[in-house]
């Protein structure tokens, strides 16, 4: 066996990885959107009033990470107008069709 195949599958490996994180996350965000409704229908929503301070809670681990979700749509603008030169930390630019 060469190197060669062993990155190959190395590199597989890390895309399975990375589409199964993918697939849990947006499980969990079906399910949250599904509740969403239930959860008004008894009177309650939440009002975001200061991003800032919510973003901070989070980052200071007061809030859980699931009360923010990632702007999909502004980082692939940013990713196809920055390509490599990609500078959001936490993010990476990937060429290619979304699976």
Known sequence: ???DSGK?????KLRDLEHAREDLFFAKRDRELIEQPRARQHGWHAEVVD?????QAVADGSVPLDAV????AFLDEAAA????????PGVRAVEGVEK
């Open 51 to 55: 991003l800032m301070a919510l973003v």
């Open 1 to 3: 066996m060469s190197a």
């Open 8 to 12: 190959d599958r190395l590199g597989d």
């Open 69 to 72: 979700a990632a702007n999909h």
């Open 81 to 88: 107008r920055e390509r490599d030169g990609l500078r959001i």
